[in-house]
């Protein structure tokens, strides 16, 4: 039985491989993937016996291993955060020229694999166009514990662009990220940027927190995440684990809200506490803290917070150092220009209430201690984006962008969207359609042209006709009028000549019939007379 159960995973696992390209299109210029946060394997090396194994993402012993291995302390003298186990380091293999790192996180999971994809639908659909694996096609994963500008991280980025360049016989290279990923290129772009420069042809960022995603890493901070949804959580790593990682991470303090930047409506900390007048009175207050009130109010909830590791008791609270660090990330962001060379794209979620403000307790349960909010669930006020990163703050890249365009999608969900596969499509010169609009998400097809010029006793007369085609997903417009019927327009314009001019009449005509199955049908007809004086 154990041997027909094993080779039933293993005929699974075969029947979901990555296809192999049916073609392969020579005239691509080469992709590299960038993950974000948790988006890459993550591998423990023991480094007296040289053994290792993948502890993220992985199900059987999951929360044991992720605390024995992953659980970490920063270092502010190199800015790297160390696993606790001083036995352990940790590495992300590079198979399949690194995209095995950042495909399915758990390639062991078979029932319900799809909450752990990352990049997979990507690759697959990348490979239908005519990407290879190793030729065009490249991934980078990284240990995303770490600081985006992390010298022995951006080591490794410039010389997986170096590596790439050469792999795919000197061509530039087009770089996809997703959510953080884009604020480690974004760094690199600025401290390295005549290497970016130099390898570099386009960046498109998916998601990307430029601004950072302050309701989401407030609650992360207090009060840890899962990163799945749904009942798949039940097998991962649980919320405090999690939040006994982030804490020490200086990725994570590095989403934090920017405080520079002008929101339209500033993200608060709220709290609805009891307080004393002057006469003794209770009321029922609700405090907002704006974004430099709130740090202080995250430092005094987590003041009291520990973690017990190999059987000792640890101080774990807000680390005042990691954010000192995370401070001068945001200084070197400011700074960052796109070279004239490179054309930089912006795709970003839209359509989803996306946490912006958190607050803790109620008027009828006030909080009366703040070393209680680790353990009170978070209520938010929301704004559109994505439901992780605000669309306020992924469209505020700062930076001299080609396109920007919104796409309804959730954060890591806006990976697997076919309108994001289109654009791609079109920004990656894979599709070979002119007529494509990624920025209206609209094609134009013209169906037919018409011309006809003569000239009839001193008559000039010119007569147009021309038809299109607009083809869209959008349908909320389905009959331009409430009866469904064309709508007609005309014009006619006159110039009556004198001595130095001719009589020009000219009338035209535009006629759009109502949208049926995303096309839309449109004619002009136009004729135009000049009376030769």
Avoid at 81 to 107: C, F, H, K
Avoid at 131 to 145: A, H, I, P, S
Avoid at 214 to 238: A, C, H, K, R
Avoid at 369 to 380: A, G, M, R, S
């Amino acid at each position: 039985m154990a041997v027909l159960l094993e080779d039933i995973v293993l005929w699974l696992k075969l029947i979901r491989k990555t296809p192999q390209p049916s073609y392969v299109d020579p005239s691509l210029d080469p992709v590299l993937l960038v993950p974000g946060i948790a988006g890459s394997i993550l591998k423990a090396v023991d480094t007296e016996n040289g053994k290792n194994e993948r502890i993220w993402v992985r199900i059987i012993g999951a929360d044991y291993k992720f605390r024995t291995k992953l659980w970490s302390r920063f270092d502010p003298s190199t800015g790297k955060t160390v696993s606790m186990d001083q036995n352990t380091n940790i590495m992300v293999p590079e198979d399949r020229s690194g995209l095995y790192a950042i495909d399915v996180l758990d390639p062991d999971l078979i029932i319900g694999h799809e909450c752990v994809y990352y990049f997979h639908d990507m690759i697959i659909e990348m490979i239908k166009w005519g990407f290879q694996e190793g030729k065009t096609l490249f991934g980078f994963g990284y240990d995303f514990r770490q600081s985006n500008r992390l010298p022995e991280t951006l080591e490794r980025f410039a010389a997986k662009l170096e590596a790439v360049y050469h792999a795919s016989g000197g061509k530039k290279i087009n770089i996809i990220s997703h959510s953080m990923g884009g604020i480690l290129v974004k760094c690199f772009m600025c401290l390295h940027s005549d290497i970016f420069e130099k390898y570099v042809k386009n960046w498109i960022a998916i998601a990307a927190p430029f601004q950072g995603a302050p309701g989401y890493i407030t609650s992360t901070l207090l009060n840890g995440m899962s990163f799945v949804d749904g009942w798949e959580q039940n097998f991962f790593i649980s919320k405090w684990s999690m939040h006994q990682l982030l804490i020490e991470c200086p990725s994570v303090y590095e989403l934090m809200a920017c405080r520079k930047f002008r929101w339209q409506h500033i993200p608060l900390l709220e709290i609805w506490r009891e307080k004393q007048d002057d006469d003794g009175n209770s009321h029922i207050i609700l405090e907002s803290c704006p974004q430099e009130e709130s740090r202080n109010i995250i430092k005094e909830a987590l003041s009291s917070n520990t973690v017990n590791y190999d059987g000792k008791t640890m101080p774990l609270p807000l680390n005042m150092e990691i954010l000192k660090w995370a401070d001068e990330t945001r200084e070197i962001l400011s700074q960052a220009k796109v070279p004239s060379s490179v054309k930089f794209y912006n795709i970003y979620g839209i359509n989803l209430e996306t946490p912006h403000s958190v607050c803790y307790g109620s008027e009828d349960t006030p909080v009366t201690d703040l070393e209680q909010l680790p353990f009170i669930q978070p209520k938010y006020v929301c704004v559109d984006g994505d439901g992780t990163v605000p669309a306020e703050s992924a469209k505020a890249d700062g930076l001299n962008a080609e396109a920007r365009v919104g796409v309804p999608g959730e954060h890591r969900g806006i990976l697997c969207e076919h309108h994001v596969f289109r654009i791609l499509k079109h920004w990656l010169k894979a599709d070979h359609d002119p007529y494509y609009n990624p920025i209206n998400d609209y094609v134009i097809l013209p169906t037919a042209f018409e011309m006809e010029r003569h000239k009839e006793k001193g008559l000039q007369v010119t007569s147009l006709k021309e038809e299109w085609e607009i083809i869209s997903e959008d349908q909320s417009d389905s009959n331009i009028t409430a009866d469904g019927n064309p709508v007609v327009s005309s014009i006619s314009i006159s110039h009556p000549g004198d001595n130095q001019s001719l009589r020009v009449e000219a009338h035209a005509t535009v006629i759009v019939y109502p949208q049926n199955e995303g096309k839309q049908h449109v004619e002009l007809d136009a004729i135009s007379v000049c009376v030769d004086a």
